[in-house]
């Protein structure tokens, strides 16, 4: 199985600020027979269902505003907010799906509020 | 507007078995675009892929639940379900139902999850 390895487990961030979380597979999700990493991030705050942000590593679901965005290619990828809005404290998990059916998720990071 | 809904019992005894069930409303679950899929989340833990089925029946399971497990697909009603058997306290948790596209497994809708507790 593909491991997903999250990183940092939790940090905290002013309003306004960035926050970046990464994430590390242990092995390559880049397809190079179409140049697409196969590499999902989701939202998931307190008591809800997670949500989709971001798939193919930086395609934005409908809907995600534009301070998300998702970076990298291969093995390490990043999720970036680029000014946190209190309504972005949640548990953020990425995905791998290069090897769909057999799903992986990363552990979760927290951002919380400084 | 694609809306998934879990149900089943929240209480289950520990040897025995977790049945859930997900409704479909909003599209088909006859989609060919589509898997159907169940995620796990124990308590205060991270997303834990449990398995997928397609609209035709074939089904692909986390090799660590696959003795265990059975996820089964009704058309006629627009519902798919799991059953997990000889069920033990670490299968506490709660149980989301979710749609991804099918071949490229990124979960674009989910339920709003239903909780499960594994006690005697």
């Known amino acids: 199985d593909i491991v997903m390895t999250q990183s940092p487990d939790s940090l905290a961030v002013s309003l306004g600020e960035r926050a970046t979380i990464d994430c590390k597979s242990s092995q390559s999700l880049l397809d190079s027979s179409n140049n697409k990493n196969y590499l999902a991030w989701y939202q998931q705050k307190a008591g809800q269902p997670p949500r989709l942000l971001i798939y193919w590593a930086s395609t934005r679901e409908s809907g995600v505003p534009d301070r998300f965005s998702g970076s990298g290619s291969g093995t390490d990828f990043t999720l970036t907010i680029s000014s946190l809005q209190a309504e972005d404290v949640a548990v953020y998990y990425c995905q791998q799906y290069y090897n769909t059916p057999r799903l992986t998720f990363g552990g979760g990071t927290t951002v919380e509020l400084k | 507007q694609l809306q998934l809904q879990e149900s089943g019992p929240r209480l289950v005894k520990p040897s025995e078995s977790l049945s859930l069930t997900c409704s479909v409303s909003?599209?088909?679950?006859?989609?060919?675009?589509?898997?159907w899929g169940w995620i796990r989340q124990s308590p205060g833990k991270g997303l834990d892929w449990i398995g997928t089925?397609?609209?035709?029946?074939?089904?692909y399971y986390d090799p660590s639940l696959e003795r265990r497990l059975t996820i089964s697909i009704d058309t006629s009603k627009n519902q798919f379900s799991l059953d997990l058997r000889s069920v033990t306290a670490a299968d506490t948790g709660v149980y989301y139902c979710a749609r991804c596209p099918a071949t490229i497994c990124f979960f674009d809708s989910w339920g709003q999850g239903t909780r499960v507790t594994v006690s005697s």
């Open positions: 089925i397609y609209y035709n029946g074939i089904t």
């Open positions: 909003g599209d088909s679950i006859s989609n060919s675009r589509y898997y």
